[in-house]
């Protein structure tokens, strides 16, 4: 079945390449010879100032440059996956009503403890012999996230259950192959990603791939935004999804956060996906409570 593809230009923020109802969204496209991890993770931490600087936006100083491969995303097992929930939202969930979250969600919001103006946001390296051909993109606008944590003890356990103090804040202990495997059935997903969050500052992400050699030399003639489009989104998408929704600034460190990505078809409708089920709790036990 052939795919719909078009581009929009969205002020401050590049161009959205939509493949029929799924977008990714491009700010910088550049190619040449290969950079050395040391000056591309220097790269990616410029290209950051330089978006925020766009959106008016304050970031903290990066602390690192690293420059991330697809080793450093290990699947996690199917092990302990804690969360921690207001009183209000564990109302909610009580009722079978739990929230997922789009990159968006938490981009956008208010709330401090969760607020993170990368989410969704990485900087790609494909490398092909001395090639090098470089995007600074925002993914997972199809994605529909669950955010969690792996650990629950010493000073930063406490310090979470502060951080969620509302006269009856809950951790949650879920069992997370059976919780995943049901939401993926009932939001129709096509595929579930479940890792620990890697902390660095520079969310930047080099593979190996013959294409950069091909994208080097297609840009020699000019960008052509739509030909790239239809040539290259699903090696965008398909590399962009781990360090865009995976990888995290190191001032959240201290939550050692396990996130679960729940990939659909298309985009979401909104910044958040309600799934209404109450089966969902028999997955759930309360481990402790804010007093």
Request: charged content about 25%; glycine content about 6%.
């Amino acid at each position: 079945m052939p795919h719909n593809f078009s581009v929009k230009l969205i002020p401050n923020e590049g161009y959205a390449l939509f493949r029929n109802r799924r977008s990714l969204r491009v700010g910088l496209v550049s190619a040449g010879a290969r950079l050395p991890d040391e000056l591309l993770g220097g790269h990616a931490t410029n290209i950051f100032g330089l978006a925020a600087a766009v959106e008016e936006v304050t970031i903290e100083p990066p602390a690192d440059t690293v420059v991330l491969k697809a080793t450093d995303f290990a699947d996690c097992d199917s092990g302990d996956f804690y969360k921690y929930v207001p009183a209000r939202t564990w109302q909610f969930m009580q009722r079978g009503s739990f929230q997922l979250g789009s990159p968006d969600y938490y981009r956008r919001t208010d709330n401090p403890g969760i607020g993170d103006w990368r989410e969704g946001f990485s900087v790609i390296a494909f490398r092909h012999e001395n090639d090098q051909a470089t995007f600074a993109l925002r993914a997972g606008y199809n994605a529909a996230i669950f955010c969690g944590t792996r650990e629950v003890s010493g000073p930063d356990h406490a310090r979470m259950m502060e951080q969620f103090s509302d006269d009856g804040g809950k951790c949650l202990r879920i069992s997370v192959a059976e919780f995943m495997a049901h939401v993926k059935k009932r939001v129709r997903a096509f595929r579930v990603r479940y890792h620990d969050a890697i902390y660095t500052d520079a969310k930047c992400f080099a593979v190996e791939n013959p294409i950069a050699s091909e994208i080097r030399e297609f840009l020699k003639g000019g960008l052509v935004v739509n030909e790239l489009n239809r040539r290259w989104f699903q090696s965008l998408y398909d590399t962009a999804v781990l360090p865009s929704l995976f990888a995290k600034p190191r001032r959240h460190s201290h939550e050692r956060e396990r996130r679960i990505a729940f990939e659909l078809r298309d985009n979401l409708q909104g910044p958040t996906l309600l799934v209404n089920d109450r089966a969902l709790l028999d997955f759930v036990e309360v481990v402790d409570t804010v007093k």
